[in-house]
């Protein structure tokens, strides 16, 4: 299985202020995917992101709010824009692990809390 | 339309003693059913997965699952509880393109 590290693991920002977080993976893959889950909630898909092709975005989520790049085989960037109290949660970056059987495998996730 | 719902938001076993877990699902193609672990402050790690074949599927540290068609169950069971699997549990469903679909999570408690 891949190894996906994610920088920062926890952040406290402002209201109002934009957060870019970072996931790094140690092989090479094709879809690296970017979850949101709030407190005491399930994970609720945000983008998928291809290398050289713009983020897929779930219903719900918009670019404008959480631009992600995705320039190589094994990095991606999810920015958090204009943060608010209801931006705190973890967000967790997950990659392709298997195509035939959809097996994902996850980072450790970065928590932020917006105050 | 997938769904997955699981039976539980917490569960508590004493140590030793057996661990089950409920997640049923629907799907319209026969589905991808997944289990992931998250430890405090972790992501989450795969268990086990049920594709096609032998419908009892044995996963890390113990766990094993059964897809039941019929029941469109995929419960999750150890015989044993230890202390280490005190965790937050996620069934997660997909029928092919990554679009899997987690449960809301069970938490269980292991009391020594």
């Known amino acids: 299985s891949a190894v996906i590290s994610q920088k920062p693991s926890r952040d406290i920002c402002q209201r109002g202020t934009s957060l870019t977080i970072q996931c790094q993976v140690d092989s090479q893959v094709t879809m690296m995917f970017w979850y949101r889950q709030q407190p005491g909630q399930s994970l609720t898909l945000i983008a998928t992101a291809n290398q050289g092709s713009e983020a897929t975005y779930e219903s719900g989520f918009v670019i404008d709010k959480f631009p992600i790049s995705r320039p190589n085989l094994t990095f991606s960037t999810l920015t958090v824009s204009n943060m608010s109290p209801e931006d705190s949660s973890i967000y967790l970056c997950?990659?392709?692990?298997?195509?035939?059987?959809?097996?994902?495998?996850f980072g450790p996730g970065t928590r932020l809390t917006v105050l | 339309a997938q769904s997955v719902t699981q039976l539980g938001s917490h569960v508590s076993v004493s140590e030793g003693a057996l661990v089950l877990l409920r997640c049923n699902y629907s799907s319209s193609v026969p589905p991808y059913l997944f289990w992931y672990v998250q430890y405090p402050n972790q992501g989450l790690q795969l268990l086990l997965k049920?594709?096609?074949?032998?419908?009892l599927v044995k996963g890390i540290n113990g766990f094993e699952a059964e897809f039941k068609k019929s029941e469109t169950s995929f419960h999750l069971t150890k015989p044993s509880a230890h202390m280490s699997d005190a965790a937050e549990y996620f069934c997660a469903v997909s029928d092919g393109g990554f679009k899997t679909i987690f449960g809301a999570g069970t938490r269980l408690f292991v009391k020594a």
């Open positions: 049920y594709t096609t074949g032998a419908t």
């Open positions: 997950s990659v392709d692990g298997d195509f035939s059987t959809d097996t994902q495998y």
